[in-house]
RNA sequence: GGCGCGUUCGUCUAGCGGCCUAGGACGCUGCCCUCUCAAGGCAGAGAUCACGGGUUCAAAUCCCGUACGCGCCA
């Protein structure tokens, strides 16, 4: 793909926290966007609450993405180093950028030092509800010098809001929504810079959108509202303001925005329950964007392929855990054994089993409960007892191990597997069946406890491949404790 | 309160005036396969397209209201 360097798109999030899934959504989309239409994609820390922003939000954001396998051509690489031609890509080392234009509009008469406090814009914007609901007129608007030497010297703090005009409207042609008409008598006077001299976060925005070329503002819907403001802000600077796409709500399944009420939202939280990036990449695609074909399965080039900005929804997706786990069991089936085995490296080393331990090869357990895997962390779960000692569940000893007779068939498997050669799938197979036919019982009924007592439970893998992977020693030792143990 | 956005199976969605007795996917149910569990295959249940009015020969699709949800102003 030939480079574009017309197309430029951001991902702006504030470090007050780790990436959750809507923030993820959006990157995702910015990166798709700019990647299909060989532009540029580009990360910028929006760090000006002082308060909140915190470097471990920074540090786990930028995780966050480099684990999504996206990757972005300009912006913070980690706390020191930057990349990019647009200065630094933290608001916070960008505020003479924002003082001079906020001085711009100031000397322009197009924004206005206001005093009022917190109290007295509640109390406006309250009197305006009783009287109807529009726009509380701002007092500061038409402030005379002398009132405002009066605060001034009251040591008053001004914050300074932009003009909004008192008539006409506010179109945005939006990429997803169509055309959104705002009457600009509704628009409040925005706040562009705080009492404390920092920008707030629509103005600093504008200002670096700008300053950084960006084309094509992808966002979540719930900064439309502000859209109309912050083009007027352009005009009154002489930009042409970017295009704009806004991107619907990710909501819970209680039909509220999604939250940490709702268990786990952080990017972070998904790599370390065991989902693989490109299930998650996949799936947060499909939340909110489709093909005509309603197609589910996307790898991460394809998706770069086939995203279009007209395929995405208007209207909130819930999110659905359960279908997030079906994506990410059919990736990983479609994983080779070594490469599952190579991904499940944490869980492994977390349960002990990596470097590999004394028994089976992991990648041939691998491959033989592959398509059994959901989460990475199933892996091990999965595999422990080749390990480990059993731990019988209560299915298998108090069902299938407590039926009668079981003793017997287990002290008759001892003695015919004790010596038995070659050790394999299929000669184990033919041999067990026969032990079934000579005394005359049912495969089940045989097959069954001996899966119970060398396994420990009800459920796994196929019986004669496992017995063959487990060996001998273990699977006859196995046999006689479990028959030791039933008295 | 005002403004804005939205509303198709439980969920994600297809649909852009006739192909819709509304298609696909997850989930669910049943059957097949089978040494269990999965995976896979097949079948099925599940949406009067939020509601009410229009426009039209014809509307899920266009228009207007209402309700509900969400967002912004906060």
Known sequence: MNQNPAIRTRFAPSPTGYLHIGGARTTLYNWLFARRHGGVFVLRIEDTDEVRSTEASVTAILDSINWLGLDWDEGPLDLEREKGGSGSYYQMKRLPLYQEH????????????????????????????????????????????????????AGRKPAVRFIMPDEGETVV???????????????????????T?????????????????????IRGDEHLSNTPAQMRIYEALGWLPPKFAH???????????????????????????????EALVNYLALLGWSTSDSRQLFRPDELVAAFDL????????????????????????????????????????????????????????????????KLLKDVPERLAFFYRDVEFSEQAWGKVLAAPGVKDVLLGLVELLDRFEPFSDKALEAAIRGFCASRGLKPGQVFHPLRAAVSGRTEGPTLFLMLELMG????????????????
């Open 310 to 373: 007209s395929g995405c929804q208007k209207n909130p997706a819930t999110f659905d855990p359960v279908k997030l786990e079906w994506m990410n069991g059919e990736y990983l089936r479609g994983l080779a054994p070594a490469e599952i085995v190579s991904r499940a490296r944490t869980f492994l080393e977390a349960a002990g089993f990596v470097p590999q331990p004394p028994g089976p090869p992991l990648e041939r357990l691998a491959a033989m409960e592959r398509e059994k895997f």
């Open 102 to 153: 906020v001085r711009r509009l100031l000397d322009a008469g197009r924004a206005y030092p206001c005093y009022c406090t917190k109290e007295e814009t509640d109390a406006a914007r309250k009197s305006a509800i009783a009287n109807g609901g529009t726009r509380p007129e701002d007092p500061c608007r038409r402030l005379t010098q002398a009132k405002r030497r009066e605060h001034e010297a």
């Open 173 to 195: 042609e939006d990429l997803i929504r169509g055309r959104v008409r705002f009457e600009n008598r509704l628009q409040p006077d925005l706040v562009i810079q705080k009492t």
């Open 472 to 487: 001998r020693d273990m699977v006859v030792g196995r046999l006689r404790a479990a028959a030791a143990r039933l008295g």
């Open 247 to 277: 991107l619907s709500m990710i909501l819970g399944p209680d039909g509220t925005k999604l939250s940490k009420r709702h268990g786990a939202t952080s990017v972070l939280d998904y790599r370390d329950r065991g989902f693989l990036p």
């Open 197 to 217: 001299g920092g920008p707030t976060y629509n103005f600093a925005c504008v200002i670096d959108d700008h300053a950084m070329n960006i084309s094509h503002v």
